[in-house]
T-cell receptor
Framework: SAVISQKPSRDICQRGTSLTIQCQVD?????MFWYRQQPGQSLTLIAT?????????ESGFVIDKFPISRPNLTFSTLTVSNMSPEDSSIYLC????????????FGPGTRLLVL | GQNIDQPTEMTATEGAIVQINCTYQ??????LFWYQQHAGEAPTFLSY????GLEEKGRFSSFLSRSKGYSYLLLKELQMKDSASYLC??????????FGTGTQLKVEL
């Protein structure tokens, strides 16, 4: 599977500010995804990051709050905008597997605390 | 819509066998995943079932019945390091995964 890194690994932010999370993969992948895992909860898909076009957002998530960039096949960013304490969560990127495209492999996650 | 049910938590003894069940209801179904997630870490892939039946991979096996909307993850010869959350996820196509709430497994001596 691909090696996936995320920056920052964790951050503490003030409400009203924005944070951009980076996801880097060591090989080209077609599909990249962004998930949120709130404390004690399972993973919820935020959006699919599409290379060369706008991200595809899931119900309940909007571009103004979670803008996503995908400039190439190895990199994506997720911005959490105008943060509130409810945005405190782990944010994970994932990529498709090389052997089975349906399988997703996850980055180490970014732990965000909003005060 | 989609609905996935798993037990919230389970406890088992080191060396024993434990079965973690997952039931699902969905309008479109391609396959079912099991992921393991240790506290503070990212989920790691365990198995992917598309066809009915049992797939074995070392100490871990996963079973799927598409007609019953049912899967289980079987862990044999439990070790303390198996204490983790086990996440069931389904895909209906388009690479979109929908996760269950996870089963927190505690392995005791």
């Amino acid at each position: 599977s691909a090696v996936i890194s995320q920056k920052p690994s964790r951050d503490i932010c003030q409400r009203g500010t924005s944070l951009t999370i980076q996801c880097q993969v060591d090989s080209q992948v077609t599909m990249m995804f962004w998930y949120r895992q709130q404390p004690g909860q399972s993973l919820t898909l935020i959006a699919t990051a599409n290379q060369g076009s706008e991200a595809t957002y899931e119900s309940g998530f909007v571009i103004d709050k979670f803008p996503i960039s995908r400039p190439n096949l190895t990199f994506s960013t997720l911005t959490v905008s105008n943060m509130s304490p409810e945005d405190s969560s782990i944010y994970l990127c994932s990529v498709e597997g090389k052997d089975t495209q349906e399988t997703q492999y996850f980055g180490p996650g970014t732990r965000l605390l909003v005060l | 819509g989609q609905n996935i049910d798993q037990p919230t938590e389970m406890t088992a003894t080191e060396g024993a066998i434990v079965q973690i069940n997952c039931t699902y209801q969905t309008s479109g179904f391609n396959g079912l995943f099991w992921y393991q997630q240790h506290a503070g870490e990212a989920p790691t892939f365990l198995s992917y079932n598309v066809l009915d039946g049992l797939e074995e991979k070392g100490r871990f096996s996963s079973f799927l019945s598409r007609s019953k909307g049912y899967s289980y993850l079987l862990l044999k010869e439990l070790q303390m390091k198996d204490s983790a959350s086990y996440l069931c996820a389904i895909t209906g196509g388009g690479n979109k995964l929908t996760f269950g709430t996870g089963t927190q497994l505690k392995v005791e001596l």
